[in-house]
């Protein structure tokens, strides 16, 4: 439990302060003191500064000095400073907050709630929900029982950030490969792996340096810091037609679970990155680059493909598009192991309250900033943080949104720069709507609608789309209903319980991983089983079973508590 910090002295001066306070008449009722807890009272507009730990990284993060950052510092009186992982991962900043036993006002713990939970860092946010965040509880609706800890505390500890009602208009993820390949070789079909290697090899074959002598690089993968996750394993579940649960496997009709470099599919996925080694077409540097590293070379152009998640390299794609080469940025496709394989990216997850922001016990005034939060997930603190501001960066056109073109243009081709001068994109701290819901006046509270993703589109992605008689990424995708929705969500949003002995068995399986995947893929092909045999004894030395086992438990409970 949270200690203690207050001393004798302090607490008698509390105490002095509330007899002054008893003895008051009734005059302040209208007051606007953001201490308050008469609902029907407005928030104060006095300067606040809240801290705000995020476990993921932001490189665009504007420090409230772009157009939205001012507007929400004078609409609301609140400036943010933001604090994201220095040197370690999120886990290591939020393991040194229990330590200390010291917090921010705010966090986004990503996946370590259950341990600032037991730290007894975060307070319940039910009670200010209901009595001070009615856009807040407009916004969850149906779905507030879905915030809840878990089956044993329906404590509601977290907000999610994941938009409610969404749907997926286009797809960033899969496989990547310069447009250039795609129109040189006519625009061949990407289907399956052998299909991306082919066309990797053959353009590669024919143009081995780029204009200004540098050696092309077949496939890179971001796999020499944590994005090993992102760009090396989990598109080895995509690949064989598994959805994202994380490191597990989910059997969709028994629950039962293993990891999922356990299933026979993703080692024959891990032989062909293997075979891709072999054959000179994977970068040598794979394993070992930092993520710097990793964009400069794309932003370089001379990496012809990657399997990587759009958030991920958009910076680098970025400066190649702020540079005009929009043939070396990127086309988007469902690779799949073989042709039996669907990529099951989209299967769906019903409302998926998975990482979010929650309020610490250190908080300075949680009532102010629960309706600090619910500014933010108001029709108009939505529009705002989606679209901007209207005659600054978007106008209403027969009563339709549209973005200004210079804005536009500066979103599509310099998004680096957009973000940080314009802040859109940059707060969504709150609960919010998600793609495709329409606010009280017909209009998209997001900017990622068809009509606006192929606004937004380069000239090169509308070629290369058009060759393929697709609209949209999303186009080569399976369908929306070719999946049964999951009755868990998705496997990664679930967490062991801090003292049970799986986390320790979980990041040994981390670290054996880390070790095993880049050596099976960098193998001599004669050696690839050996070392993943080895790979596999090791996890079973640490007792995996154990721990998919209560994993699978887990994602029952979850199953059940869902479907009440």
């Not at 003191?33 to 809240?50: F, I, K, Q, V, Y």
């Amino acid at each position: 439990m949270k200690k203690v910090k207050l001393g004798l002295s302090l607490l008698l001066v509390m105490t002095m302060l509330f007899l002054a306070a008893c003895g008051n008449n009734s005059n302040n009722a209208g007051s606007t003191n953001s201490g308050s807890s008469n609902s029907g009272e407005e928030a104060s507009l006095e300067p606040m500064t809240l801290r705000l730990a995020s476990g993921d990284a932001n490189p665009q993060w504007d420090n409230m000095q772009s157009d939205i950052g001012q507007f929400i510092k004078e609409k609301t009186g609140i400036t943010i400073e933001q604090e994201f992982p220095v040197g370690g991962s999120d886990a290591d900043m939020f393991a040194l907050m229990v330590a200390s036993d010291e917090y921010p006002d705010l966090v986004m713990p990503k996946g370590n709630v259950n341990k600032l939970v037991d730290a007894g860092a975060l307070i319940d946010l039910r009670p200010l929900l209901e009595e001070h965040a009615p856009n807040i509880m407009k916004v969850y609706g149906e779905y507030i029982n879905r915030l809840v800890h878990s089956a044993e505390d329906d404590s509601i500890y977290v907000l999610p950030l994941d938009g409610v009602g969404q749907t997926y208009f286009d797809a960033g993820g899969g496989f990547q490969i310069q447009h250039q390949v795609l129109e040189e070789l006519g625009y061949p079909e990407i289907k399956t792996v052998k299909d991306y290697e082919n066309a990797i090899k053959t353009y590669l074959e024919k143009n081995p340096t780029t204009e200004d002598g540098q050696p092309r690089i077949g496939l890179s993968l971001n796999g020499g810091e944590w994005q090993i996750l992102i760009s090396v394993t989990n598109p080895a579940f995509y690949a064989t037609g598994a959805p994202d649960d994380g490191e597990f496997y989910v059997n969709q009709d028994t629950y039962e679970v293993i990891m999922h470099y356990q299933r026979p599919e993703e080692r024959e996925y891990f032989r062909w990155l293997n075979h891709m080694n072999d054959i000179g077409l994977l970068d040598k540097e794979s394993f070992v680059q930092k993520y710097d590293q990793y964009k400069s070379k794309i932003a370089s152009g001379r990496v012809l493909g990657i399997i990587d998640q759009d958030w991920d390299y958009a910076e680098a794609e970025n400066a190649l598009k702020a540079e005009g080469k929009f043939e070396q940025t990127y086309a988007n496709f469902p690779v799949t192991l073989d042709e039996s394989y669907q990529d099951a990216s989209f299967m769906g997850t019903g409302y998926l309250a998975s990482y979010g922001i929650g309020i610490t016990v250190d908080a300075k005034d949680p009532v102010r900033i629960i309706k600090f939060l619910d500014y933010l997930a108001s029709e108009e603190g939505q529009i705002l943080v989606n679209w901007g501001i209207e005659g600054q960066h978007y106008t209403v056109e027969d009563g339709k949104r549209v973005i200004i073109p210079e804005v536009l243009d500066m979103k599509v081709n310099d998004n680096n720069t957009f973000k940080k001068q314009t802040g859109i994109g940059n707060y969504f701290m709150s609960a919010r709507y998600g793609d495709g819901v329409l606010d009280s006046t017909g209009n998209y509270f997001t900017t990622n609608f068809p009509d606006q993703i192929v606004a937004q589109y380069s000239e090169a992605d509308k070629k290369t789309l058009a060759a393929y008689g697709k609209t949209v990424y999303k186009d080569f995708w399976p369908a929306d209903d070719a999946f049964k929705e999951r009755a868990y969500g998705a496997g990664w949003t679930i967490n062991f319980d801090t003292a049970s002995d799986a986390n320790v068995i979980f990041q040994k399986s981390q670290d054996i991983m880390k070790k095993y995947i880049p050596q099976a893929i960098l193998a001599d092909p004669a050696d690839f089983d050996k070392v993943y045999d080895e790979f596999m004894a090791e996890l079973d030395k640490i007792n995996v079973a154990k721990m998919n086992a209560e994993y699978s438990e887990l994602i029952k409970k979850r199953v059940e508590m869902w479907s009440k």
